[in-house]
């Protein structure tokens, strides 16, 4: 194990991580394949979606592509629907159509239950907007249901069902994130997780108010897997969150509690990263790179963030900053962490850049031929 760093935070033992991001390329032959892939990547479930999804993954369709969008957009609005008709019934609110014509046109709706600091002023308000980030269209107010421990925010749009909760809660439709060093905060959490049981079984997280009911129980410095969720009660947090990143739920402990990482693939390539997280967002604050005797190291910027609720905000956050550097190194000449790294270093931090899944071929040792290409590609 590495020694503990400088800030206290404790650096993981050196083992192989799994991340879970992958390119796929060629031809798809069925509408699963494009939504599981929709679904892994948090596209949108439309016809844009679907476009995005080809040129990012840089795919082929054997299907006519507005029959296999129809088949995404009606398998997205299921997937809005379920979870919203429970909620409706949780919360006492008639059914109420305009919303479903509003979710098959493509609109956002939002639903906020708030109960702000005047009394009587407490209310549950169902919004539908034409998209994220344009104003209301529509309002219906209902209730507030006093039996909800905290305010809600739960948005429904293009496929995906999100909620937010003042505790922490984070969650969408497979995904689940809540994080805390307040224990009233693990037991308004656990009773909305248990209130919005039905809720949260449709958005496909099966047994999260269990999940947190262990999490409850569990001792400082304890961290294991229950069920799909990772629990951790690690320095000052109680953490949970659905799915693994770096394959190990230790190391996610470690990880989670903003504290720093140290993976090892070799006796000469290093990787040490340390990210905040907190509410939606996964924040770097630094990650290193040694390759032999030679060391860069990227600070964060404001531009070094990525959402909790991605399969693997890790990857995607640290392959951002390192491009971030190369395009102000190309631009100025002036980023002090590239100025002095060699060609050979240039050329591995290219070649992770590069990579969909590079923790991966580190792990598997076959990111050698790309950092080989990248040394090459200039000759």
């Not at 493509?106 to 919004?127: D, M």
């Not at 394959?247 to 504290?259: R, Y």
Request: hydrophobic letters at 40%; charged letters at 25%; a negative charge.
């Amino acid at each position: 194990m590495y020694p503990p760093d400088s800030s206290g935070g404790i650096t993981a033992p050196s083992r192989s991580p799994v991340f879970l991001n992958s390119r796929v390329g060629g031809i798809v032959s069925e509408g699963e394949e494009v939504i599981e892939l929709l679904e892994r990547n948090r596209y949108s479930f439309d016809p844009g979606g679907v476009r995005a999804l080809m040129e990012s993954y840089n795919l082929k369709l054997r299907e006519d592509f507005y029959a296999l969008a129809q088949v995404v957009v009606e398998e997205g609005f299921k997937r809005m629907a379920t979870p919203l008709n429970k909620l409706w019934d949780i919360l006492g609110i008639p059914s109420l159509p305009e919303v479903e014509k509003s979710l098959k046109d493509g609109k956002t709706v939002r639903v906020w239950c708030v109960r702000p600091a005047t009394k009587g002023q407490e209310c549950t308000e169902v919004s539908i907007a034409g998209g994220l980030g344009s104003g209301p269209s529509e309002r219906h107010r209902f209730p507030f249901p006093d039996f909800l421990p905290e305010n809600l925010d739960v948005t429904a749009g293009t496929g995906w069902v999100t909620l937010y909760a003042p505790s922490g809660l984070v969650a969408t439709n497979g995904r689940a994130f809540f994080k805390t060093n307040n224990q009233s905060d693990l037991e308004k959490a656990l009773e909305t997780a248990k209130i919005l049981r039905p809720v949260l079984l449709a958005m496909d997280l099966p047994d999260i108010d269990d999940a947190f009911r262990e999490l409850e129980k569990m001792k400082h410095g304890e961290t294991r897997m229950e069920g799909s969720y990772v629990l951790a009660r690690t320095g000052s947090y109680w953490i949970l969150r659905r799915g693994l990143i770096l394959g190990d739920p230790q190391l996610d402990g470690v990880l989670l509690a903003d504290q720093e990482v140290g993976l090892s693939f070799s006796e000469k390539m290093e990787i040490i990263f340390r990210f905040y997280w907190w509410r939606e967002q996964a924040y770097l604050d630094y990650v290193r790179f040694r390759f032999g005797e030679e060391t860069v190291h990227l600070w964060k910027n404001g531009l070094s963030s990525g959402y909790v609720l991605d399969l693997d905000p890790v990857t995607k956050v640290i392959r951002s900053r390192i491009e971030q550097a190369f395009d102000y190194h190309e631009r100025t000449g002036c980023d002090t962490s590239l100025k002095k790294a060699s060609p050979k270093m240039l050329a591995f931090l290219r070649a992770f850049a590069e990579h969909e899944n590079p923790f991966q071929a580190l792990a598997e040792g076959k990111l050698h031929r790309h950092i080989v290409a990248e040394l090459f590609s200039e000759i």
